[in-house]
């Protein structure tokens, strides 16, 4: 893959202090931008991707020929217009899209990090990604949002920096890993670091993969991604190119022989060890801890206007996870509205096509967009 | 627009802060953030309408009054609005308890089941009263604790609020119920509004 010629890099040579005690700097963080900054600067939205999402937001994927992982949400005349906002999203440091990550090599040792690489955090990626506003020197963006791990962040991202933004959209996300996501992300890095392939994360010096032990973390990610009935409805007990069962081991459910392309698609784009360093940060997030357990402290300090969105048959993220968030945020008098979306699509609700979503995100944003003409007349 | 917007937006200051309780589609709240330029919140149980009052710009959080006005600290708002619903709450003390901890005052507005067209609806049709107020048949309404003009006064009494202003709706005019008229404004009165506080 030519990766490098067709992504966008800034180097960030600020340091940056890690949660992990290590600092870093001169670093590469890897972004996409989509629409055009308005003169007065005062129309971008950072969009944050979710655990395997990378910058490329909407369009043609340069990287891996496929769709954008939001394309229903961003693009021209969609709920992420963008005729109307500059839309901007950077590859999380610990990615492996091209940001600072466990595949790039180590100055020091002229070898490639693998696990070498510093445990990072949510809040370390939002430190990151800050350093995008002075690169287009913006000053406030219009709004942050995200869905899933993307969600996370939009929450760090306010309570590190209270007055950058004007609206804020956390989707289908938490405050808090619960005990059961953790679950399910080390049952992914088991399956990773169970494979041979795997070597102590060194896999890439002998130019092998981890990939069976990828694929199943996938496979199994990909259950909590979607409902029981989404997965029934879709699928049943249909038998997959066959008219009875075989009696062995092959696929002989449709439902088998989608997992397995799932999890075989997953390893030609993704990095073993980005996935286990990414669901190490999600599940090392915690706000309601970095705040002394009272999460309204995070939000004490903005007048931003928050929109929370969940999905009924999340699973993953629950509506009351969500809905905790809201509560924290009228305890301190935040402007805030929720919804809950009708859907049985599962936590993937917010990439699919869910036109309730869809709606209302155009709807909130524009609205509030339209509020600064309203701010600027009086 | 309801006939009893307008009255509300009247017992409203301008610029305060006001939490519409079971907002509907936010035509209260919009004509309040025009007529008042108050900062408005509402709150809403159906998921529809709460997509209605995003569309329209508004903040909404989708919940129950009954459960969900627990988040809210004490003297959130300067008015908390519930209208025509309390009648459809489970325990509608409960709930005026929690719109005057959330709120320094609450306007609350009632159908008035004493009525005149109410009480003779029952006396010589025998069947449960179907009014304009009151528009659904026994067996799909929502409001499970019917009340009268009378009862709510009395109401206060009980669980003890003060009720600093009551109106009553006759014929979309509006006028003041005192001690001397109460029996003649529970007789004609077809909506009771209430200020209400601690």
């Known amino acids: 893959m030519s990766i490098k010629q067709n992504i966008k890099t800034l180097i960030v040579e600020k340091p940056l202090k890690l949660d992990c005690g290590q600092t870093i700097n001169n670093f590469p963080l890897a972004y996409e931008t989509y629409g055009s900054l308005n003169h007065e600067k005062d129309n971008a939205i950072l969009v944050f991707h979710a655990l395997t999402g990378d910058q490329f937001v909407t369009g043609i994927n340069p990287v891996t020929k496929k769709d954008g992982w939001w394309s229903y949400a961003v693009g021209s005349g969609k709920s992420i217009d963008t005729d109307k906002y500059f839309v901007i999203c950077a590859n999380v440091i610990g990615g492996c899209m091209g940001s600072f990550g466990p595949s790039h090599e180590n100055p020091k040792t002229k070898k490639i990090y693998g696990t070498d690489f510093p445990v990072i955090t949510i809040n370390d990626m ?25 969600g996370m962040q939009v929450l760090q991202f306010i309570s590190n920096y209270p007055d950058k933004t004007k609206t804020a959209i956390p989707i289908a996300c938490t405050s808090s890993h619960s005990a059961q996501n953790i679950a399910f992300n080390e049952l992914g890095r088991q399956a990773i670091t169970a494979d041979h392939n795997w070597s102590d994360g060194n896999y890439n010096s002998k130019n092998i993969v981890p990939d069976k032990g990828l694929a199943v973390a996938r496979m199994a990610a990909h259950i909590t991604y979607l409902s029981k009935k989404g997965l029934q409805e879709k699928f049943g007990r249909k038998l997959q190119e066959r008219d009875d069962l075989k009696f062995g081991f092959d696929a002989d459910f449709q439902i088998e022989s989608y997992l397995r392309y799932q999890g075989s698609v997953f390893v030609d784009r993704f990095d073993a060890n980005s996935y286990l360093y990414i669901t190490r940060a999600m599940d090392y997030f915690d706000l309601v801890k970095q705040f002394n357990g ?10 931003a206007k928050f929109f929370i969105i969940s ?15 809201v509560i924290a945020l009228n305890a301190v008098g935040a402007n805030v509205g929720f919804v809950e979306i009708e859907s049985d699509k ?33 | 627009m309801k006939p009893e917007y307008k009255i509300i937006s009247d017992l409203i200051e301008k610029d305060a802060k006001v939490l519409d309780v079971g907002c509907d589609d936010g035509t209260l709240m919009e004509f309040l953030k025009i007529n008042k330029s108050v900062n408005i919140r509402g709150i809403e149980i159906s998921k529809k309408k709460v997509q209605t009052c995003i569309a329209k710009g508004l903040t909404v959080i989708e919940g129950n009054a009954e459960f969900d006005l627990k988040q809210f600290p004490n003297d959130s708002f300067e008015y908390v609005v519930l209208g025509q619903t309390l009648q ?6 409960i709930v005026i308890k929690e719109l005057l901890r959330v709120g320094n005052r609450a306007i609350v507005t009632i159908p008035n089941f004493g009525h005149w067209k109410v009480r003779l ?3 010589f ?4 009263p179907i009014t304009n107020y009151l528009p659904h048949d026994w067996y799909n309404t929502p409001n499970i604790h019917m009340c009268t003009i009378k009862d709510f006064v009395k109401f206060s009494k009980i669980i003890n609020f003060k009720i600093f202003k009551s109106l009553a709706l006759i014929n979309e005019n509006v006028s003041d119920i005192n001690n001397s008229n109460l029996v003649f404004k529970n007789l004609f009165g077809e909506l009771g509004i209430f200020l209400i506080e601690k």
């Open chain 1, 126 to 150: 939002v430190n990151a990604q800050i350093n995008l506003l002075d690169f287009f020197g913006i000053k406030k963006l219009f709004s942050i949002v995200g869905g899933s791990m993307g």
């Open chain 1, 294 to 303: 009272n999460l309204s402290d995070a939000f004490k300090h903005t007048k």
């Open chain 1, 311 to 325: 999905f009924t048959s999340d699973w993953l993220y629950p509506t009351q996870e969500n809905k905790d968030i």
């Open chain 1, 346 to 378: 599962g936590h993937d609700s917010f990439l699919l096509n869910v036109p309730d979503f869809l709606k209302a995100l155009k709807n909130f944003l524009d609205k509030s967009y339209a509020e600064k003409f309203h701010e600027a007349r009086i």
């Open chain 2, 88 to 93: 459809a709450f489970i325990n509608p003390e």
């Open chain 2, 121 to 123: 609806n029952l006396l």
């Open chain 2, 125 to 128: 049709k025998g069947t449960m």
